[in-house]
DNA sequence: TGCCCTTACGAGGTCTGACCACATTGTGGA
DNA sequence: TCCACAATGTGGTCAGACCTCGTAAGGGCA
């Protein structure tokens, strides 16, 4: 039997159409935003079938590089650089992740990140930061107003920082965090102070002084995770039977 | 016309096998290592076509938690957690992130680790921390087997921690980075100086001193972020207009 | 007896083409 | 003028056949 075996396709279907994608995102040519070709085109200009294509395109949208809409079309991911959405609280269902790690993992975080952005911040931020403080004053009574200008808030220091690789570590574990967080502000009676806190931060991250920032930005979360009650349990025997707290399905809906 | 519109099963098909999945993951019915059944008994049991079960598996496949073997079958994933290989790489790609990044990430967050780990780490972790310093000093001329022991060094590091999310986070930076870093590697001359610092950083932690550790640490990596040329360049005047430059290609290139 | 090669089978990978469901657009009727 | 409905384009699902890879079982040769 005639064993030609003419064109070896390299890898796996999927694989090349990720691949291509990825070459095409590097040179340019595809930019945040932008759309792909409908799946059936571009399968055929790719030589291979529809399913593999969307297999491929599977795989990037699970990684949050791609954004699939049904009935409109498949784009280039854009808005904040982020991890699949749902990573995180799958990883996290796997290996056991406790919210108080993730909480840890925050603190840390995006107290260097406050510094960072002390240091690198620039004229642009330093507005948008102040806008937001003045939001979140102006929504002192709202919890729900309050939240969204408190996540700006914290975003636009994510940004500041320079480092878009921690910026996007910070949004994937923000998310994760953020159903929990929707309840505790519901019931936060005092946001006034937590108002004055960011207000605080801003003025360091705007006076250049990153220990400050750092300081600050630790000291606001370790007041949050209190809040939250997520502080870590003390060391104690491997007690893993805790209370499974379900997390909602939705995840981070609307 | 008989809209009948009998039972809505929730969402669409990928999510629905993502959620059962995650919920098999959850109750411990399926537990790292575990194989699930063939696709094709799978679906019927799902009740769905093959197509889609592949879509929802794909999916968790691409985010690492779940691991596919042709011709073998389809498994949990297990070893140390880590976000899908891909993901930084191509998110990288996308948002233009650069090797300096990705480096003070892993700067920041693995000093931190290492602060942790000597505050938290137990003998177990000491121990094998010794072992793997013995195994630096021992491949000292074999940079090949030295990077091995490097890196199992600092997973180690890791674990002791006990933070599971911060040592995912940490695993995916340096997979990322491992392709630059063992050209590196290759032609570093010298390995002792290495290994006796991270002997240091071995006798901080057992020690419990999480300050020194902590620092050693950001030592240790600042040199070897040099060594490999990836220190932040010097700020250069830039619009705040995102000039669209043609993003740099991060170091991990082909 | 013991090893190696071949075969068989189980499992994932790909293809095809039809049809379903969702969004948007355009057009005709009220 | 405005709303309802149909047409269109795009992703989503399905079905079943066939291909490829790995492993294990079986048979032949030394």
Known sequence: MP?????????HRTMQVVNHI???IENGTLQPGDKIPP????????????????TGIGYLAAMGVMKVRHGVGT???????????ASLSLIGALH??????????????????????????????????AEEVAEMFAAISSPTDYLIHDLLFHRIISQASGNPILAAIIETITS???????????????????????????????????????????????M???????????ERKRSSAAPKSRQARTATAA
């Open 75 to 85: 784009f280039v991911a854009d808005g904040p650089p982020e991890f699949g959405k």
């Open 39 to 54: 799946e059936r085109e571009f399968a055929r200009s790719l030589k291979i079938s529809r399913a593999s294509l969307r």
């Open 3 to 11: 064993r030609v075996k003419e064109e070896e396709p390299t890898t």
């Open 96 to 129: 056991g992740f406790q919210s108080w790690q993730m909480f840890e993992a925050r603190i840390i975080l995006e107290s260097h990140l406050s510094g960072l952005a002390a240091e690198r911040g620039k004229e642009e931020h330093h507005t948008a930061l």
């Open 176 to 222: 994760a965090l953020y159903d929990s967080r929707r309840k505790t502000v519901e019931r936060a009676t005092d946001l006034r102070e937590s108002a004055e806190m960011h207000r605080e931060i801003f003025r360091a991250i705007r006076g250049h002084k990153a220990k400050e920032a750092h300081n600050l930005m630790e000291q606001h979360l370790r």
């Open 22 to 24: 990825r070459s095409l």
């Open 224 to 234: 949050a995770q209190i809040a939250q009650g997520m502080e870590r349990p003390k």
